[in-house]
């Protein structure tokens, strides 16, 4: 058999079933935990289930070829940057996500990425990331009108002007594991008198600082898996620290999934983030995931500007292809929600439209979860189904961790329509 059939037919077996993965190297299937999708549900279209890559696909195969070397030869990062409000923030969405995607290719767990501890900031935090600390800290968030504060790519920051303060992260997997990481890149502001430490106990290989960017960068061993950091001014004036977030990194090969979420995000929210432009260069994004939409479109029919959502979405775009030239953009369309709990919301249908347009003038692709869930007034049967919360606009955790597992499903058929077209000649 050719090398290039049988790789392709490994290839097929891997993406054909929830309940195969492929170990890298020596090419063995090994078999895991098929995604969650224990019951169907008549409401949901399943047929719709796709991604819809519009006709310019050579970023996609780009993108689509990294995948493929991780699968077979376990080399190379991939960095997917999922940017969107509260359904992002909560974590249900984007931790289920970050376990079907590293789960599709054997031991292709990368770096754990992006983090904000939101407990911090007096917000709900994923579950999957654990925060203690000393000092008192004021939250402060680009969606609320009346903050106005210095914002990095997260959208959201917590500050201290205590003279010191301590915190204490830890990041945990789908399966409960702690990731270990070797390199921290703390993006923040503070007082010219207020200096950062690191653990005493670490070893610290580089160090990097970034005014402009708004970070610093720390190499350092042991490895840890919980890492300690402080601050302290360096006289007796008044001093102040705003965290910005986190990137835990190790080095590794592999796929890093990036969640940044916002309650009540709209574009118009990261549009006033000062260094968001600068942090988000340090993410390298390939894939960049736009679920923005759902608060923008929470207002009046007659007050939705689709125009001006879509010129918004034009400069967030241009940020990320500034990023990388090549990243590949997908958006998620609205879930169906309802205003103000009366009545269907059809300003999801012009954000619907608008990402169509959007993915057309930028070779980008459509996740057409509005469609899929039912299309308009379709919540009232999540709902009723217990994959939607009461007030007609969030999903549950099941209705997320079901929304991810169709998402990947998409995603791995977009893949294997790649793999047709590179092998079955």
């Known amino acids: 058999m050719k090398k290039s059939v049988l790789i392709y037919f490994l290839l097929l077996c891997v993406f054909a079933s929830s309940a195969w993965m492929i170990s890298p190297g020596n090419k063995n299937l090994r078999s895991v935990k098929p995604l969650s999708m224990a019951e169907e549900f008549s409401f949901i279209k399943y047929d719709k289930n796709k991604l ?24 190379g990062k991939i960095s997917v940057v999922h940017i969107g409000g509260s359904h992002v923030q909560g974590g249900f969405l984007t931790d289920k996500m970050r376990e079907n995607f590293t789960s599709l290719v054997y031991n292709a767990r990368g770096e754990r990425g992006f983090i904000f501890p939101y407990e911090m900031a007096k ?37 201290c002007y205590d003279p010191s303060a301590s915190l204490s992260l830890t990041a945990y997997s789908y399966d409960s594991l702690p990731y270990s990481y070797s390199t921290v890149r703390i993006y923040y502001q503070c007082s010219p008198n207020v200096q950062i430490g690191l653990d005493t106990l670490l070893t610290i290989h580089r160090e990097f600082h970034d005014p402009a960017g708004g970070f610093s960068e720390y190499s350092f061993s042991p490895d840890v898996s919980t890492l300690n950091f402080e601050y302290h001014t360096t006289d007796s004036l008044p001093s102040w ?15 890093t999934y990036n969640a940044i979420g916002v ?40 007050d939705f500007d689709a125009a001006l959502y879509e010129a918004r979405y034009d400069t967030l775009i241009t940020a990320f292809l500034n990023a990388n030239p090549d990243a590949c953009v997908l958006f998620v369309t609205n879930n169906d929600t309802y205003y103000q709990k009366k009545y269907p919301n059809k300003n999801a249908l012009k954000v619907q439209d608008t990402m169509y347009r959007l993915a057309a003038k930028y070779d980008g692709a459509v996740y057409d979860l509005f469609e899929i869930m039912g299309g308009l007034g379709s919540i009232k049967q ?17 209705g997320y961790e079901l929304q991810a597992d169709l998402m990947t499903l998409a995603f791995r058929e977009a893949f294997g329509d790649y793999l047709d077209r590179k092998y079955a000649r």
Request: hydrophobic share 35%; with cysteine.
């Open 263 to 302: 309650n009540g995000a709209s574009t118009r929210s990261y549009l006033r983030c000062d260094l968001f432009d600068e942090q988000l260069a340090t993410l390298k994004p390939d894939l960049a995931i736009f679920g923005i939409g759902v608060n923008d479109a929470n207002v009046p029919e007659g």
């Open 123 to 159: 917000s709900n935090s994923p579950k999957s990331i654990k925060a203690k600390w000393t000092g008192n800290w004021t939250g402060c968030r680009n969606s609320v009108s009346k903050d106005d504060c210095s914002w990095g790519v997260s959208g959201i920051s917590t500050t």
């Open 52 to 75: 819809d890559i519009q006709p310019a696909t050579s970023k996609w195969d780009r993108l689509f070829e990294k995948f493929e070397n991780l699968a077979f030869q376990g080399k």
């Open 241 to 255: 620290f705003t965290l910005q977030g986190m990137y835990l990194g190790s080095g590794n090969s592999g796929l």
């Open 382 to 398: 999540w709902q009723h189904a217990q994959l939607a919360a009461a007030d007609k606009i969030h999903l549950s955790r099941k």
